[in-house]
């Protein structure tokens, strides 16, 4: 069993870990916002072909991640 820690981020030492992150996603589902009279619901939707998404490394956030007033990583071990 692992156990994880959650504990404010350590810059610059975190970043190269956020770095290595694979924060890019596939799916074959997305969700659809329907309005009715008085509310919202969410319906999912089948695509095809699957969305793939795909974001840069998080260095490029660097400056903003730093610039958070509280950040935190969360580690296994």
Do not use: Q
């Not at 404010?8 to 290595?20: H, K, M, S, Y």
């Not at 009715?36 to 095809?48: G, H, Q, Y």
């Not at 260095?59 to 509280?70: D, G, Q, R, V, W």
Request: some cysteine; charged content about 30%.
């Amino acid at each position: 069993m692992l156990d994880m820690r959650i504990r404010p981020a350590c810059w610059p030492e975190d970043l190269d870990r956020l770095n290595g992150l694979d924060i890019s996603f596939v799916t074959e589902r997305i969700y659809r916002v329907v309005r009715d009279d008085l509310s919202f619901r969410l319906v999912e939707t089948a695509v095809d072909p699957p969305l793939h998404k795909a974001y840069g490394p998080l260095a490029t956030e660097a400056e903003s991640l730093k610039a958070m007033p509280y950040a935190v990583v969360a580690e296994l071990w």
